[in-house]
């Protein structure tokens, strides 16, 4: 019987915002008093820091000669380091029909030549 009683007065106490089984804990109120006002801030996944150059930049960087000449180019560089950046992206038109993607991993020394069409990169 006196276990009964125990379980009817869990049920009552349901109704007045408090939950039964055993230990009786307060249920939060719905205003928000309770609850924080804003969500906790979850930790941001670091993003890769990234450069874009124009088209210009690969047209720029070669040459007549058929080589390259960062003389060509170095004013475009001089207000970032190139180091301090995960990748650096520069399109390149080929022979104005075809576009191709450079991309440089300057921390990694990597250089990627991406291609649709499966071409080599330009020498």
């Not at 276990?3 to 928000?32: I, L, T």
């Amino acid at each position: 019987d006196d276990d009964d009683d125990d379980d009817d007065d869990d049920d009552s106490n349901a109704a007045s915002g408090e939950v039964g089984s055993g230990s009786k804990r307060k249920v939060a109120d719905m205003d928000g008093d309770k609850f924080p006002r804003q969500a906790p801030r979850v930790a941001k996944e670091k993003k890769p820091k990234s450069l874009f150059f124009s088209s210009f930049f690969y047209a720029i960087l070669r040459n007549a000669k058929g080589g390259y000449s960062y003389d060509n180019v170095k004013r475009w560089c001089r207000k970032v380091r190139l180091p301090d950046y995960d990748y650096v992206f520069f399109p390149i038109n080929v022979a104005n029909t075809h576009w191709t993607l450079a991309v440089v991993e300057p921390k990694n020394n990597v250089m990627r030549y991406l291609d649709s069409l499966g071409g080599r990169s330009p020498q």
